[in-house]
């Protein structure tokens, strides 16, 4: 299954999921939503879920205080609802972008990049069809554009890993961090 957004044409700025069948080359496109402008940081974030079905969940490049999502239930794509950020924009101003989607048990999440532009994260009870605000991941001073930025990595069941810098490289000399939610705790 491959995300995209696309660029021109009629479909300009159109969050799109693609399911490509490997073995008879043959490949199907949804469309999800449609962004106010074309960005690749626009491109939805998407998990398995365990019943077989599909989550995608996508935002915009500091566009504006939403997280998007689609869910798949094996047929078709549910209509795009969205979950909208508190405090936000923030008071520099800044909106938020990414979403990366990742089990931990029978818990969905979704870590973003949201108020001051440091990683919070939103938390689905229900296989992806409504989202809650769980809280802030870290917190680190926004150094010239972000807070940082952020990798995930899960084995979707017990344990999700995270990697992170302060600041965008050309604002900050930086370091990588290090550090992993497991047992309902963050651990670095």
């Known amino acids: 299954i491959i ?3 696309a660029s021109g044409g009629s479909r300009n700025a159109w969050v799109e999921v693609t399911p490509w069948d490997i073995a008879s080359g043959t490949s199907e496109r949804f469309h999800l939503g449609t962004m106010s402008y074309t960005d690749d940081h626009d491109t939805a974030a998407l998990v398995k879920r365990p019943d077989g079905g599909y989550v995608a969940m996508w935002a915009g490049h500091n566009n504006d205080c939403n997280s998007y999502y689609s869910v798949f239930n ?4 549910s209509n795009s609802a969205s979950f909208a ?16 989607l990742w089990y ?9 990049r949201s108020i001051e ?11 992806g069809s409504s989202w809650e605000l769980a809280g ?9 554009y972000v807070a940082g930025y952020y990798k995930y990595w899960g084995n979707n069941t017990d344990r999700i890993d995270f990697f992170g ?24």
């Open 117 to 127: 532009t440091s990683p919070h994260y939103l938390f689905s009870e229900d296989g």
């Open 85 to 100: 950020w508190p405090e936000c924009p923030t008071p520099t101003d800044k909106k938020i972008t990414y979403a990366n």
């Open 3 to 5: 995300g995209s957004v």
């Open 104 to 112: 931990l048990g029978d818990t969905l999440y979704s870590y973003v």
């Open 136 to 144: 802030r991941l870290t917190s680190t001073p926004t150094v010239g």
């Open 165 to 188: 810098d302060e600041a965008h490289p050309r604002d900050n000399d930086n370091s990588l961090y290090h550090g992993y939610v497991q047992g309902g705790q963050i651990h670095q």
């Open 74 to 77: 094996g047929t078709s794509w």
